[in-house]
């Protein structure tokens, strides 16, 4: 069954500055992968999303890298914004979709 | 705001007790979801339908079942609660019965459910 993990519970980065945000998975089959964002008292929003034939994609500040041979992708945030504090969940998709544990970002002034 | 509306937004009760969670989807959307985030958790899956009909399932458990009414409101029921059933309980929709790049979820802001 897929697995998607989130290695790292919490991240803080200052403003301005990049942030990285990480996923590994283990199952190579795959139709696309799905980063959302969630705010405290609000459900997940859908932020950013790539397909399996593409190895990065981009959509203002945020960029989603994907490398299948390491079976890992990444969400880069440049600049980071202090708005961009939030739990940040990476979904694999295919037929259904499979959250990971989640990233609480913060960002400091 | 998404548009998907869910009903109440916390649920207080005691062990051995049901309820029932509802979730209103976005204009236009077939497609309703439940997701439980328990303490820290991500999202588990529990059950998906499409136009009325049962279309996945997940780790839902036999003491929790759904469904979608013919306006596309879903209902999830929680039935002989457990303590460790305190979750948060998130609705989501899409517009088509197989969620995609180009029918991404939308979810509602979900039902904080707590089990005395």
């Known amino acids: 069954d897929q697995q998607v993990k989130q290695n790292s519970p919490s991240l803080s980065v200052q403003e301005g500055r990049i942030s990285i945000l990480n996923c590994d998975y283990t199952n190579s089959m795959f139709d696309y992968f799905l980063w959302y964002k969630k705010y405290p008292a609000e459900g997940p929003t859908f932020l950013i999303s790539?397909?399996?034939?593409?190895d990065k994609n981009e959509d203002g500040r945020f960029t989603v890298f994907l490398n299948k041979s390491a079976k890992h992708l990444s969400l880069h945030i440049v600049p980071s914004q202090p708005g961009d504090s939030a739990v940040y969940f990476c979904?694999?998709?295919?037929?259904?979709?499979?959250f990971g544990q989640g990233t609480r970002l913060t960002i400091n002034p | 705001d998404s548009g998907v509306t869910q009903t109440p937004k916390h649920l207080i009760t005691a062990t051995g007790q049901r309820v029932t969670l509802r979730c209103s989807p976005r204009s236009g959307d077939l497609s309703v979801y439940w997701y439980q985030q328990s303490l820290d958790q991500g999202l588990q899956f529990l059950i998906q339908?499409?136009?009325?009909?049962?279309?996945a399932k997940g780790n839902i458990l036999e003491r929790f079942s759904a469904q979608q009414f013919p306006d596309l409101h879903s209902e999830l029921n929680l039935s002989s609660l457990e303590l460790g059933d305190s979750a948060l309980y998130f609705c989501a929709s899409s517009v088509t019965g197989i969620a995609n790049l180009g029918s991404p979820l939308h979810f509602g802001n979900g039902t904080r459910l707590t089990v005395t």
């Open positions: 790539i397909s399996s034939i593409k």
């Open positions: 339908y499409y136009n009325g009909e049962e279309r």
């Open positions: 979904v694999w998709g295919a037929q259904k979709l499979v």
